[in-house]
């Protein structure tokens, strides 16, 4: 059963925008302790880039401060990523990943892959 889907990236030239969705099932949405999106460059480990904690705090990664937001819908039962003024180096596969309150666990998306070319 498939928790979390991304969708939104794409290829952009530096400058533009992308949103990304992530659409999360029912219980894990409505049981999040976090939420937030990650992003890994090949090789590389994977790296927050936006989270959204359950007491509405967000924070973000300082090389995408000013250019990103992170956003959900509680109707939609789904996470949005916000991404503006795209430089090359945001190229990379982004995951959406929410942990659960109760447990810790990570749920983790596909990934959606975005490329930004110069």
């Known amino acids: 059963q498939v928790q979390l889907v991304e969708s939104g990236g794409g290829s952009v030239q530096a400058g533009g925008s992308l949103r990304l969705s992530c659409a999360a099932s029912a219980y894990i949405y409505s049981n999040f302790g976090s939420m937030g999106w990650f992003r890994q460059y090949p090789g590389k480990e994977r790296e927050g880039v936006a989270t959204?904690?359950?007491?509405?705090?967000?924070s973000y990664a300082d090389s995408v401060k000013g250019r990103f937001t992170v956003s959900k819908d509680n109707a939609k039962k789904t996470l949005y990523l916000q991404m503006n003024s795209l430089k090359p180096d945001d190229t990379a596969m982004y995951y959406c990943?929410?942990?659960?309150?109760?447990?810790?666990?990570?749920?983790w998306g596909r990934g959606t892959q975005v490329t930004v070319s110069s």
């Open positions: 959204f904690d359950r007491d509405g705090t967000t």
């Open positions: 990943a929410i942990r659960l309150f109760s447990t810790g666990f990570n749920y």
